[in-house]
């Protein structure tokens, strides 16, 4: 069964630090996807990011950065720089290809970030 | 912005009452998710949908029925409502394909208080 951990509740850093969000997915499955959500405080969901089993590479979007580890089933998520804009909770959440003609989208518990002045 | 909408988006209910939700969308996408929101528990899939009248559950699916009579329509029943069904609900959806691959989008969220 496909399980994801984020293991950091919650987060609080001063603005400009660097901040790294963990997340440690399991599957049997060799083919899968990756993703990462963000929740601002006004409650909506959004999309930032999607990886599959396959690319190992790592993301830069501007400050946003992502670190794919097969080896470790790590998919973790670095702000550099962090802004208050960046105060939200972040959802981690993975995709198996063989769970049926339906495909779940499994997501960790969340990291709440607060970014400070 | 992914054209899905939630109604009602807040709703106070008494224990013991039927209660529905609606999930509703204009992207024509095959999936579609209920999830719900709960501190210290993060997203948790209550049933999905791969098609018209094809549904399945998630792993908090007690309590709850689900419908889809038509692709743009996606109902989640509450049959008795409890106050441990008070929560934030979303729904979600994805594109075609083997639906493993691309993101989910979702609603604004329904805000459910079981009193």
Redesign the interface.
């Known amino acids: 069964a496909q399980k994801v951990t984020q293991a950091q509740t919650e987060i609080s850093v001063v603005e400009k630090e660097d901040v790294t969000l963990d997340c440690v997915y399991e599957t049997r499955d060799t083919t899968y996807y990756l993703f990462w959500y963000k929740q601002p405080p006004s409650g909506e969901l959004v999309f930032l990011i999607r990886r599959n089993s396959f690319d190992e590479q790592n993301e830069i979007s501007g400050r946003y950065s992502w670190n794919f580890q097969k080896s470790t089933s790590s998919f973790n998520f670095t702000i550099t720089a962090s802004q208050v804009v960046d105060s939200a909770v972040y959802f981690c959440a993975l995709s198996e290809l063989t769970t049926g003609t339906a495909s779940k989208l499994t997501f960790g518990t969340g990291t709440r970030l607060q970014v400070t002045l | 912005d992914a054209g899905i909408t939630q109604s009602p988006r807040h709703k106070v209910t008494e224990t013991g009452t039927p209660v529905t939700l609606r999930c509703h969308q204009t992207e024509n996408h095959r999936?579609m998710?209920w999830?719900r929101q709960d501190p210290?528990?993060?997203?948790?899939?209550i049933h999905?949908?791969?098609g018209v009248k094809?549904t399945?559950k998630?792993e908090v699916s007690d309590g709850y029925s689900v419908s889809r009579s038509k692709t743009e329509d996606f109902l989640l029943t509450l049959e008795s409502a409890t106050s441990s069904q008070t929560s934030?609900y979303?729904c979600?959806i994805?594109e075609s394909g083997?639906?493993?691959?691309?993101?989910?989008?979702?609603g604004?969220?329904t805000r459910l208080t079981v009193v």
């Open positions: 999936y998710y999830y210290g528990h993060g997203l948790r899939l999905y949908s791969y094809d399945d998630g934030v979303f979600a994805r083997t639906g493993v691959n691309t993101e989910a989008f979702f604004q969220g």
